[in-house]
């Protein structure tokens, strides 16, 4: 490729984000360019002492209907879409008394930023930017040409190359070119997710998505797989808002699992108990409630302190210092949590390759939202699964009903099945589960597996009975045949909860009623691929 170097003699700038920006002009005017500016940043330019023509002496109009149009004008984007080897576009160019401009700095109107802290419409709609992805497309369009900056981060890249080789190269113009039609596309993504919402529209006939890189990551589940953490437009706590208080680089699983146990402990409101969520290859293996989160952590662990080794700890309160002398006390790769005391982090420290993350919330198990995954040729889109088992209507099919305890851990057990792959099955009790069933293509199997792995761990712990005697089971899904249920009651179950719906509803009652069995139906699924 040729540099075919472009030497910088007017640059447009335009921001809303005025970062580094007075030190950029300052170094741009040194070097003889000419500044041409809008609005507040023309006003900013001026008072930082630099010389800057107003837009609106370029075009002969002034600004208008409250700076909505200032640059849409054919001698700002015919300065800039002109090909300067093409004789005529450079005759257009003399007949209409139009410069070209050579570099444009825009940064757009803070849409997101609008939509983030939550303003009304009108405020969002206001923040809709027009002028400037129309000049940072036409820019970028004509990179042959003309330099694109649309982030303060790729200043000094600009300023050094014009220092090196006197003017832009077409290397670089083509790499600012294609981060600016990412920004717009990400900008107008926004932009029409955020209508779509407000218009109540759940399929539009167009749908994008898009984030701005956080981390390049080494790789991705397999090492020969490239991978990189992008953080979206939505506000929502988690590994996306998170602070790295400590420890080494993450990992694609290992942000990948501390998603799913972030989202499985703020089913927890840590104003009625404190939880603890471990997860291993994205799935639960240990939830618990506490008086403590040290508490919570113990009766976690027990359930399964095998798999638990080398997992992710989320806890839905402020890491306490107890908690976390418990937790590297085993190897484990990260722990999240909406904060914690600076004694808990220290202790966390001593660990170097432990990393410890501060998401600043819990995210909202209630709010909506959207899923999104690729397949061969698109994407599938749907809800969040933001049904929480609080807020459901129980039903209670069997002759004897639960009793107050049993309801309490069926309630428990339920909301930990939300976040268990599928097929799921989970046994609890007393606020701890004390058996987990994931991923299995039938359910028989995974209520099977899921009793294996708590006589595996109750002669882990030296105990004579299974922790699952006595405890009580959930279904993420109907159970199809009775045998699933059949196994949970050979298990010692006493209670079962399962959304109901199968054509062998009437079956599987009959089986519950024959073991003494308490059923509830949630009506609700929580099936997870």
Not at 112 to 132: M, T
Not at 488 to 503: F, K, L, M, R
């Amino acid at each position: 490729m040729s540099p075919r170097v472009r030497p910088v003699v007017r640059a447009l700038l335009s921001v809303s984000d005025k970062t580094g920006l007075g030190e950029f002009a300052r170094a741009l005017g040194e070097r003889g360019v000419v500044l041409v500016s809008t609005g507040g940043t023309a006003r900013a330019l001026a008072e930082a002492g630099l010389k800057v023509t107003d837009v609106s002496e370029v075009t002969g109009f002034p600004e208008m209907m409250d700076g909505r149009v200032k640059t849409l004008h054919p001698k700002v984007h015919g300065g800039i879409l002109a090909i300067r080897d093409d004789k005529t576009h450079a005759a257009a160019l003399q007949e209409h008394g139009i410069e070209p401009i050579d570099l444009v700095v825009v940064s757009l109107y803070p849409f997101e930023a609008a939509l983030a802290k939550g303003a009304s419409f009108e405020e969002c709609l206001e923040n809709i930017d027009v002028g400037g992805p129309a000049l940072v497309r036409a820019a970028a369009k004509n990179h042959a040409d003309v330099a694109v900056v649309v982030d303060p981060a790729d200043y000094e890249v600009v300023l050094a190359e014009i220092a090196a080789h006197g003017g832009t190269t077409l290397a670089l113009r083509r790499l600012l070119a294609a981060k600016a039609f990412a920004r717009t596309a990400a900008y107008d993504a926004a932009i029409a997710n955020w209508f779509a919402e407000q218009t109540g529209m759940e399929t539009p006939v167009w749908r994008a998505f898009a984030g701005k890189l956080t981390e390049r990551l080494r790789y991705g589940e397999n090492p020969h797989q490239n991978a990189a953490f992008y953080a979206g437009q939505e506000r929502r706590f988690g590994v996306a808002t998170a602070r790295q208080a400590q420890g080494k680089e993450l990992s694609y699983n290992n942000l990948a699992d501390t998603d799913a146990a972030y989202e499985c402990a703020a089913e927890f409101d840590p104003k009625h108990t404190a939880a603890a969520v471990i997860v291993k290859h994205a799935n639960p293996c240990g939830v618990a409630e506490g008086k403590s989160l040290l508490e919570a952590y113990r009766k976690a662990l027990a359930c399964d302190p095998l798999s638990a080794f080398g997992g992710v700890v989320a806890l839905n309160r402020m890491l306490d210092a107890d908690a976390a002398r418990a937790i590297v006390e085993i190897f484990t790769e990260v722990i999240v949590a909406p904060d914690a005391s600076e004694e808990a982090i220290a202790i966390v420290g001593a660990k170097k390759n432990l990393r410890l993350l501060l998401a600043g919330g819990l995210p909202d198990p209630r709010a909506r939202g959207l899923f999104f995954r690729s397949v061969a040729g698109g994407f599938l889109v749907q809800s969040r699964d933001n049904a929480v088992i609080d807020d459901l209507e129980l039903k209670i099919v069997t002759k004897r009903k639960p009793g107050a305890e049993e309801l309490a851990d069926l309630k428990f057990a339920f909301r930990v099945a939300k976040h268990v792959k599928s097929n799921a099955i989970v046994y609890a009790k007393d606020g701890v589960t004390v058996g987990i069933g994931a991923g299995q293509m039938s359910r028989v199997d995974a209520a099977r597996i899921a009793a294996l792995k708590a006589r595996d761990a109750a002669k882990a712990a030296g105990l004579a009975d299974p922790l699952t005697k006595g405890s009580v089971v959930a279904s993420d899904a109907f159970f199809p045949f009775a045998d699933g249920l059949l196994v949970a009651v050979e298990a010692g179950a006493t209670a079962v909860i399962q959304p109901g719906g199968s054509i062998r509803d009437d079956e599987v009652i009959a089986a519950a009623n024959e073991n003494n069995i308490a059923m509830v139906f949630t009506g609700v699924r929580h099936f997870r691929h």
